[in-house]
């Protein structure tokens, strides 16, 4: 009996690896198709992506990473998180955000295409979302920095706020509930701040102070919850994400964790407010504030802004100095200074306690 010759099985070039891709993106030549001619690309990382700024478009890659907060390791869930960053922020930033496109190898080759131009025989790598660039030096950060906000910029974008939040879906939480996440999270702050190698200066006080102010006003807080006052917001309301154009425009919503998105808009504001009073316009969240109670028909005791406030200045400590818990963390020397400044302004906040 004559046996079958056996077969030789072809091994498939191995795609190309997470800092390959990253050089081909931040090639001039990788936006030809979509961008036509550009001279450079500038490539951007931030935590959990890449950003590249090429001719009039902007594009996000999502790392393929994983924290407790985020699961980004598997190419679905990161097509999935592209579908939903893109759906969200039509909300706060109509008309920027263009869709998908798709990394994908064809024989030998890398090509960037819309997703409707992709090739269903090629295999797909990556997804990334596709922005319309806007003017880095229109954001609300940068007005800051250079001395040009004016208060009818600010005016603009609390309309603009107070129309999303009156507009944005409301959560049904129980007011026990609302305060119990306040609380978790200051036990996840706790646990980081404390650790012996960060020798944060008046981080055990703060904490201490803001549980005890939390406890206190507990009701105050819970009824928040109670008049349906926490919605579906933005997630990550920061000076460098509002663009003051006509109208203002907002990006970056926070797409991968629905939970962390849903705010109190006064959160939300006093986290806006806290940030715009660490880079030099400690005005602006008051007045934000008073823009949206009066559009929101909102009398929430003052006592509520400070509260916020004072958590969100706990948990951006905490979020910097958790750099430095990376095995290879980016600019090492920055998240101290950052993380002590944060621990600062709380202790501030409470004195108003």
């Excluded at 700024?53 to 679905?76: C, I, N, Q, W, Y």
């Excluded at 969200?88 to 930033?93: G, S, T, V």
Aim: glycine share 4%; net charge neutral; with cysteine.
């Amino acid at each position: 009996m004559q046996r079958a010759a056996p077969q030789t099985l072809t091994a498939q070039p191995a795609a190309p690896d997470a800092d390959a891709r990253q050089r081909f993106l931040a090639s001039p030549a990788a936006h030809a198709g979509h961008a036509g001619p550009v001279a450079s690309v500038e490539a951007i990382e931030t935590h959990m992506s890449w950003v590249f700024l090429a001719g009039e478009h902007a594009l996000k890659l999502k790392k393929a990473v994983r924290f407790p907060f985020l699961d980004f390791s598997t190419l679905d869930a990161r097509e999935a998180a592209c579908r939903e960053e893109v759906r969200l922020n039509e909300r706060l930033a109509s008309g920027v955000y263009r869709g998908l496109m798709v990394l994908q190898l064809r024989p030998g080759t890398l090509s960037l295409v819309p997703e409707a131009q992709a090739d269903p025989q090629a295999q797909t790598l990556d997804w990334l979302v596709w922005m319309r660039r806007l003017p880095a030096q229109r954001t609300l950060e940068r007005a800051i920095v250079d001395g040009t906000l004016s208060a009818e910029a600010v005016d603009a974008l609390g309309e603009r706020l107070a129309s999303f939040y009156a507009g944005a879906t409301a959560v049904a939480i129980d007011g026990d509930e609302y305060v119990a996440r306040f609380q978790r999270e200051q036990a996840i702050s706790r646990e980081v701040l404390l650790r012996p190698q960060f020798h944060l200066d008046g981080a055990a006080a703060a904490l201490d102070r803001f549980d005890a102010a939390l406890l206190a006003q507990r009701d105050a807080v819970a009824q928040r919850a109670q008049q349906r006052r926490v919605v579906d917001g933005h997630g990550d309301l920061r000076p460098e994400h509002v663009y003051l154009l006509q109208p203002p425009v907002v990006v970056d919503c926070l797409e991968f964790n629905a939970r962390l998105r849903q705010v109190d808009p006064l959160d939300e504001l006093a986290f806006l407010g806290l940030e715009c009073a660490l880079a030099g316009a400690p005005w602006v969240g008051p007045r934000l504030l008073q823009h949206c109670r009066v559009a929101l028909h909102d009398p929430a005791p003052p006592v509520v802004w400070t509260l916020y406030t004072a958590y969100r200045a706990l948990l951006r400590a905490r979020l910097a100095i958790a750099h430095l818990l990376d095995p290879q963390p980016r600019t090492p020397a920055r998240w101290t200074p950052m993380a002590q400044r944060y621990v600062a302004h709380a202790l501030r906040t409470l004195d108003a306690l």
